[in-house]
């Protein structure tokens, strides 16, 4: 069955840099793939759905990939801030499309 | 606000009891799915319905059930209650039965079983 791997140690960034995570998953490949938020004790929030046939998409500071042949999405934030400090879960269909699965998450903390 | 509103926020109950708690979705939204979250653990897909029928169901223990109405809000069903059920509920909702357009996520119902 498909997995999802997203890099469980936290990621400590410089306030200003570019915070790259990684999201990596097993078998097929799915239609889409999508990127979300969570601040401790909330829902996570949607951010950005990047389709199989889209290699980059961008929204405001946000830049997600898609790399097919590598099984690979990377969610980039270019000059970070502490306020991006939270935790970022990729997910994405399974072969029914009714519903996601789920990365663990990627804590990321931007240090001012 | 996101548009879908959970209620209570926080519930504390005792072990063996029986909690329901309700979901309604944004507006327009015809789906809705349950989730679990432990602590520090991901979340877990309990089960979706759409338009008031049930289309997916995840790792939902029998001692939980779900229904969704005709006006269509939801609520979750938690009963024998045991401690390892204390998690955050999350309710989240789509504009179809697919997640192509992503979900939006309630703020979550806390549950402390003691």
């Known amino acids: 069955s498909q997995k999802i791997e997203q890099n469980s140690e936290a990621l400590n960034i410089q306030e200003g840099k570019t915070a790259t995570l990684t999201c990596n998953y097993t078998?097929?490949?799915?239609?889409?793939l999508q990127w979300y938020r969570q601040d401790p004790g909330r829902g996570p929030v949607f951010l950005l759905l990047?389709?199989?046939n889209e290699k980059e998409k961008r929204k405001e500071r946000l830049k997600v990939t898609f790399d097919t042949t590598l099984k690979q999405s990377l969610f980039h934030i270019t000059a970070s801030q502490p306020a991006d400090s939270a935790t970022y879960l990729c997910?994405?269909?399974?072969?029914?499309?009714?519903?996601?699965?789920w990365g663990a998450g990627t804590k990321l903390i931007i240090k001012p | 606000d996101s548009g879908v509103t959970q209620t209570p926020k926080h519930l504390i109950t005792a072990t063996g009891q029986r909690v329901t708690l309700r979901c309604s979705p944004r507006?327009?939204?015809?789906?809705v799915y349950w989730y679990q979250q432990s602590l520090d653990q991901g979340l877990q897909f309990l089960i979706q319905?759409?338009?008031?029928?049930?289309?997916a169901k995840g790792n939902i223990l029998e001692r939980f059930s779900a229904q969704q109405f005709p006006d269509l809000h939801s609520e979750l069903n938690l009963s024998s209650l045991e401690l390892g059920d204390s998690a955050l509920y999350f309710c989240?909702?789509?504009?179809?039965?697919?997640?192509?357009?992503?979900?939006?996520f309630g703020s979550g119902t806390r549950l402390t079983v003691v």
């Open positions: 989240a909702s789509s504009v179809e039965g697919s997640a192509n357009y992503g979900y939006t």
């Open positions: 507006s327009g939204d015809l789906s």
């Open positions: 319905y759409y338009n008031g029928e049930e289309r």
């Open positions: 078998n097929y490949s799915p239609a889409y």
């Open positions: 990047i389709r199989e």
């Open positions: 997910a994405l269909p399974p072969d029914s499309n009714y519903q996601l699965i």
